[in-house]
């Protein structure tokens, strides 16, 4: 095997230097140790090496870009969000590929791709920042990977590149390099799979590169290893006519959030590996402990910090024959017609009328067909009331400010059964009065995947539209589960954690999932407060399941945007269970718009007091009834509306009626005076505006278990018609 003699000691140098130093920076110490070396071996004078100059202060994208060898993969990176990553702090091994690797990488992407997509590796030129991007992440690691510390033979690597994809084993294996005169120099080789590193810990002051001499990438990956925008662009070519939808995709070309949706792994994000849930899986249990004051959770952080995306999807054959439309044209000239305020804008431009139409089909979260509500079925087919309302969540979309309900109905009289986008109402109630848009089932699609690495796309029936229509059907009592509040809860996993039995074991659904400040979306917090998302078995009374514990707390987190401007009651559930509170939790709310100054809502609230105090005014409906037992149903009906006004005049609400408690049909929430909701604050809220919540406690070992929070119009709580029980 022939070998560049200068690379092999050069690459035995630098590990010399690691060992003697722990060092990240190109000191000058270790400068004049590498000059020694080399000195001391003979040169070829074949050397791809640039070592760093003296007194220079080298980043990975400094480095690479001060080497014309590497010009071909440093275009490739420059044409990701990943390069100006690369010149800060963060810590990365980067798997540098040289002009003649990245030519050859070309050549095997164009000869696997299918006939329709070979232009696209033509040259750099015609590459895709989409392509780019997951070439880019394909060779990059979080951490730094040492090769020097490494021993004879091979084995795994343990470490996933930013596409989440673990590398491939190593292998190191010893030779000699004749130097004349019968000496001979001890050289190993480093693979990684079939790539050979031809320059070994090359350091740099923000991690370590090492030069391969082939790519990583295999552009033929398993469809889940894909973006979203690859596998919609991939599925358009194999999938039938009715599920063919290029006019979308090209739509999300036009408005640049195909760029958006090729994001998934946050490079700033960083936890110990001790302190993560997969180190704590493998060592049967973590170290740490989330107490509460009923139990005790094992607590451990997510590894990486995703990011990841929901895609609505319309097909071509819809928008041809509900709309027609037959080219993106057409569809920017329908965009300017439902958001005329962003016609002539770019198209870029969020604010643009495309931007604004494609944007709200996107979601900033993974939600699974099984996930779009509640995917506990245990809790679906036991605790809620759904004849009376659809299970349902509201999320916030890609288009500022604005607002998605998704609902399923139980509804034998629906047209097609399934999962809803702004359906209001119900058949069984006979106040259907928005039927929604209707998102495709696994019945509708067959086989085809729709999954990514970074997501899921589901086919809905219309075009999704937040306009005026939209927007009086979503002014209802919106109804936001704690853990929908932050993308970060849903795409950790932390969300849906159900615990079926009473058994504790090892896995996620026994695991606090904590969060690091400035990592969790939304929400802010002070250095003493603890916050982490828990599962709840069925037999625990959390509308479906959930909870967010905040632990001596100082939070604050955004509120979810209003519809329209109107007056709103803001509104938070509470349990005054001492297993779960204090006996000693005040809590001062406050309110902030913007950036503006926060304002107190109200006087401090006592959290541990039970709905049967006499500040609140509560009264069972069944106690209403066994008091009142003969008198007639419209009596009883109104004493029981007598007393929710009188909780409600105090600023309090029994809980919602929709969820039994313990299985059994003739108790629910409302009836526990223990679980109640708040009405932390009452006014005007101005559509298009964010506003920020704030919770302070005070007391010792506080604790609040955070389950839903309310936004509710004054013409429901105040409309003609008394609020539902719902």
């Known amino acids: 095997m022939r070998f560049k003699s200068n690379l092999g000691l050069i690459g035995l140098a630098i590990a010399t230097i690691l060992t003697i130093s722990t060092q990240n920076s190109c000191t000058e110490e270790m400068l004049q140790e590498l000059e020694k070396q080399q000195e001391q071996q003979p040169q070829s004078g074949d050397s791809i090496v640039t070592p760093p100059a003296k007194d220079s202060v080298l980043t990975i994208a400094s480095y690479l870009e001060g080497n014309p060898e590497y010009s071909d993969f440093t275009y490739i990176l420059k044409r990701t969000a990943l390069w100006d990553t690369l010149s800060t702090d963060s810590f990365y091994t980067c798997f540098a590929l040289t002009n003649e690797a990245v030519q050859e990488c070309l050549e095997e992407m164009r000869h696997t791709s299918s006939l329709q997509n070979r232009p696209l590796f033509n040259s750099l030129e015609t590459l895709t920042d989409s392509i780019c991007t997951i070439v880019a992440k394909r060779h990059l690691v979080r951490g730094i990977i040492r090769f020097d510390t490494l021993q004879m033979g091979e084995g795994d690597l343990l470490r996933n590149n930013l596409m989440d994809e673990p590398l491939s084993r190593y292998t190191i294996f010893v030779d000699f390099m004749e130097l004349g005169q019968d000496l001979y120099q001890e050289v190993k080789y480093y693979y990684i799979g079939h790539s050979r590193i031809i320059i070994v810990d090359m350091p740099v002051t923000n991690g370590i590169v090492q030069v391969i001499d082939h790519s990583f990438i295999n552009y033929t990956p398993d469809p889940s290893s894909q973006f979203l925008p690859t596998l919609l662009w991939d599925n358009n070519s194999s999938v039938p006519d009715y599920l063919k939808a290029r006019i979308f995709y090209d739509a999300l070309v036009r408005t640049r959030l195909l760029d958006t949706l090729q994001q998934y792994i946050d490079p700033e994000y960083y936890v110990d590996e001790d302190k993560t849930i997969s180190y704590a899986l493998l060592q049967s249990g973590p170290k740490y402990v989330f107490e509460t004051p009923f139990e005790n959770f094992f607590n451990a952080y997510p590894e990486r910090r995703l990011f990841m995306y929901t895609l609505f999807v319309v097909t071509d054959s ?45 979601l900033p979260v993974w939600l699974h067909y099984d996930q779009l509500n509640t995917r506990q079925y245990e809790i679906l087919d036991n605790r809620t009331m759904r004849n009376e309302m659809d299970v349902e969540d509201f999320y916030e979309t890609m288009q500022p400010h604005s607002l998605m309900r998704i609902s399923t109905p139980l509804d034998p009289s629906v047209e097609r059964r399934g999962i809803y986008i702004n359906r209001k109402g119900t058949v069984s109630a006979n106040n259907l009065t928005h039927s929604g848009v209707r998102i495709w089932g696994y019945d509708d699609i067959g086989s085809y995947n729709t999954i990514a690495i970074n997501g899921v796309y589901h086919y809905v029936d219309k075009l999704l539209l937040f306009d005026r229509d939209t927007k009086r059907a979503l002014l209802t009592r919106i109804r936001v589960m704690a853990t929908t509040l932050s993308p970060d809860f849903i795409n950790s996993g932390a969300r849906g954690r159900l615990v079926f039995m009473n058994i504790r074991t090892f896995d996620h659904s026994n695991f606090a999932y904590s969060f690091l400040p400035g990592y969790c979306k939304n929400f802010e917090w002070s250095s003493n407060t603890k916050i982490a998302v828990t599962p709840r078995a069925r037999y625990y009374n959390f509308l479906y399941g959930d909870q967010v514990i905040f632990k001596d707390y100082d939070v604050t987190f955004r509120l979810p945007p209003v519809p329209m401007s109107a007056t709103y009651e803001i509104r938070l559930w509470n349990n005054s269970d001492s297993q779960y509170g204090t006996t000693d939790q005040t809590v001062q709310y406050y309110l902030r718009q913007g950036d503006g100054q926060f304002m107190e809502c109200g006087a401090p609230i006592d959290l541990s007091l039970s709905a049967n105090d006499p500040s609140i005014g509560f009264i069972s409906d069944k106690q209403i009834r066994q008091q009142n037992q003969y008198a007639s149903e419209q009596q009883i009906q109104a004493l029981i509306q007598d007393n929710d006004d009188l909780m409600h005049s105090n600023g309090y609400m029994k809980s919602p009626d929709i969820y039994q408690t313990n299985n059994d049909i003739n108790n629910n929430l409302r009836d526990d005076p223990r679980q109640y909701r708040v009405i932390v604050y009452r006014g005007y809220l101005q559509e298009g505006q964010d506003y920020y919540l704030r919770m302070k406690s005070s007391g010792n070992n506080t ?24």
Do not use: C, W
């Not at 604790?703 to 719902?726: A, M, T």
């Open 703 to 726: 604790y609040f278990s955070f389950n839903f929070i309310e936004l509710v119009p004054k013409d429901i709580y105040q409309g003609d018609e008394p609020e539902d029980r719902h």
């Open 318 to 362: 819809i928008l041809a024959n509900q709309y027609g439309i037959y080219s993106v044209d057409d569809l920017e000239r329908y965009a300017n017609n439902v958001y005329p305020e962003g016609a002539g804008l770019d198209n870029t431009s969020p604010e643009s009328s495309l931007y604004k139409l494609m944007s709200y089909h996107i």
